[in-house]
Nanobody, 117 residues
């Protein structure tokens, strides 16, 4: 199975920034869609940002204009730049990838982001 490993989470003050990384054990072009979801305590997992194999992006409404998703095919990696962080952004952030060739989907173990003063 494909492995996804997230990193970069931590504690940050409101208004601050963090950059998350997700490194895959396969080429990112093996995936139809790759990106980030998050789950806050007591809430459903929700879309943060995804990028398609062709490079198009989609963002959740709550993070538009603040977060940016990018990728580096040479490193099999996808990144999430988070700016102007709010307390409401506190959650576990999960990397996700969907196969371009098989009916399959993979999740990372998650990285914790806490926004607090």
């Amino acid at each position: 199975q494909v492995r996804l490993v997230e990193s970069g989470g931590g504690l940050v003050q409101p208004g601050g920034s963090l950059r998350l990384s997700c490194v895959a054990s396969a080429s990112i072009f093996s995936f139809n869609v790759m990106g980030w979801y998050r789950q806050a305590a007591g809430k459903q997992r929700e879309l943060v940002a995804v990028v398609s194999r062709g490079g198009s992006t989609n963002y959740g409404d709550s993070v538009k204009d603040r977060f940016i998703i990018s990728r580096d095919s040479a490193k099999n990696a996808v990144y999430l730049e988070m700016n102007s962080l709010k307390v409401e952004d506190t959650a576990v952030y999960y990397c996700n990838a969907q196969s371009a060739w098989f009916s399959d989907e993979w999740w990372g173990q998650g990285t914790h982001v806490t926004v607090s003063s």
